[in-house]
């Protein structure tokens, strides 16, 4: 079971940082990613975390967003700076067990969390 939270009002140019808490499985063992869906859109890849700490993200997000993990938490986190209006959506985060290879792609994921809304104003 994954819980995210952290979403909120933000303007353009600030920051916040979402979690995202994991209970049920061995956490550590798990590739855990974040996720996003505007209205009307496909839920987009965010940024991704393996359970050896690899991390990728999209292109429109580097250098602004920061994906980690608390293994001793079952927690994950997303530290996105610098946010922009085109940021806004629900933010989901997501867990795969493959421990071979992660993926960028929605549907290669086991878990998902309920999904924590980011607002960006201009």
């Known amino acids: 079971q994954l819980q995210a939270y952290g979403g909120g009002l933000v303007q353009a140019g600030g920051s916040l940082r979402l979690s995202c808490a994991a209970s049920?499985?061995?956490?550590?063992?798990?590739?855990m990613g974040w996720f996003r869906q505007a209205p009307g859109a496909e839920r987009d890849f965010v940024a991704v975390?393996?359970?050896?700490?690899?991390?990728y993200y999209a292109d429109s997000v580097k250098g602004r967003f920061t994906i980690s993990r608390d293994n001793a938490k079952n927690t994950v986190y997303l530290q996105m700076n610098s946010l922009k209006p085109e940021d806004t959506a629900v933010y989901y985060c997501?867990?795969?067990?493959?421990?071979?290879?992660?993926?960028?792609?929605?549907?290669?994921?086991?878990?998902w969390g309920q999904g924590t809304q980011v607002t960006v104003s201009s």
């Open positions: 997501a867990a795969d067990t493959d421990i071979i290879a992660f993926t960028t792609t929605a549907r290669g994921y086991d878990y």
């Open positions: 049920g499985r061995t956490f550590s063992r798990l590739t």
């Open positions: 975390i393996t359970w050896s700490g690899t991390t």
